[in-house]
């Protein structure tokens, strides 16, 4: 089969397209042949050696697809069955396998593009929304990069949930995507923590969502109100730096949470209630997947380049 192979960490020219031995499924295992795999920043961090990697590797965890074969053991799945996961290895290339119990079926009415979307992104807009913070209905918080692909996800399942939304983009094209998604307000970043305070009466925002990181955290602290908490999800500008404790204090007894995906998928039910919800958010037209731009496989450095350097809105995807 055809697959991106890294042999070490580097830019994002280590990504050669190359001849490599497909995948056999396991015990327990999916063989899924990919029709469209999610780019994210996880592979980027783990390209460029921010995430430890056992090289070659080949990347990828998020993708959709059809199922080719079942391993032994395998009960609920068989051939033809259209997948999505997020815990598939190797999924930039034209097959992969996965556990059978980190797959979920895709439903009737969702294409696999659009599925191909929801198990890393959606899944994270998901417990970011219901679980790593719960805001209250009638509650204002801040989502850093709300025209990209977590944050178009994160304002659609908050709004949902009647919680009010100030977001951060880049560009006014960025800004009126992610005021589209239901955002009451869409601002630049320069002076963003004075301008959430404004816009909460001074009180400040009960939550801010942050994947940006280094550039934001510190002014993430400060738009917080009293008791307000920082869910910092990653460091698309940078891992931030340790800091002082003493900054919650002064904030007024704030908290500071940095969770991880796979902490919130733990159990086959709690994977399941993501899924659930997400497909059926897509189905009912709650939550609408924005796919900003799909690259051939052997195009995967262009990918990576694309999304590093701010320039994408929404869900990338390489196809094969
Ligand atoms: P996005 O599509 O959101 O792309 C990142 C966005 O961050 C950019 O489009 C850009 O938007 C903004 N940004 C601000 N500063 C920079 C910078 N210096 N360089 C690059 N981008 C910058 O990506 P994803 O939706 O894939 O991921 C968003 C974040 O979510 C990432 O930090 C990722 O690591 C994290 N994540 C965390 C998970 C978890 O469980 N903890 C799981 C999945 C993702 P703009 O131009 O508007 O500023």
Redesign the pocket.
């Known amino acids: 089969m055809r697959a991106i192979v890294v042999e070490r960490a580097g830019g994002p020219e280590v990504l050669e397209l190359r001849e490599a031995e497909a995948p056999r499924p396991g015990p327990g295992e999916l063989l899924v042949e990919t029709a469209a795999t999610g780019v ?3 592979e980027i961090y783990r390209r460029s050696g921010v995430y430890p990697v056992d090289f070659p590797d080949i990347p990828g965890s998020e993708a959709s697809g059809t199922v080719v074969a079942v391993g032994d053991g395998v009960a609920g799945f068989a051939a033809g069955d259209r997948v999505a996961t997020s815990a598939g290895t190797g999924t930039y290339a034209e097959h992969f396998a996965v556990a059978a119990e980190q797959a979920a079926l895709v439903p009737d009415g969702i294409d696999l593009r659009t599925a191909a979307a929801l198990p ?2 959606g899944a ?1 807009a998901h417990y970011l929304a219901a679980s790593a913070s719960r805001p209250e209905a009638g509650d204002t918080v801040l989502v850093h ?1 709300g ?5 178009l996800l994160l304002t659609q399942l908050l709004t949902a949930r009647g919680v009010r939304v100030i977001s951060t ?2 560009s006014d094209a ?1 800004r009126e995507l992610s005021l589209a998604a239901g955002a009451e307000h869409a601002i630049g970043y320069e002076g963003f923590a004075d301008r959430a305070r404004e816009l909460t009466g001074g009180e400040g925002v009960a939550v801010v969502y942050d ?3 280094e ?1 934001t955290f510190d002014g993430s602290l400060s738009a917080l109100r009293v008791r307000g908490g920082l869910v910092l ?5 940078g891992q931030v730096p340790p800091f002082d404790l003493q900054r919650l204090n002064a904030g007024g007894s704030l908290s500071v949470t940095r ?3 796979g902490d919130f998928m733990r159990t086959v039910e709690e994977r399941a209630w993501r899924y659930r919800e997400l497909f059926a958010a897509v189905l009912d037209g709650t939550l609408e997947l924005r796919i900003g731009a799909r690259f051939p496989l052997a195009e995967a450095a262009e990918a990576h380049r694309a ?2 350097s ?1 320039g ?1 809105t929404g869900k990338l995807l390489l196809e094969p």
């Open positions: 994210n920043f996880i890393l992104q994270t990069a025209a990209g692909g977590v944050g983009a880049s960025k994947g940006v990181g550039s999800f990653g460091g698309a500008s969770p991880s995906l999304l590093a701010r994408t």
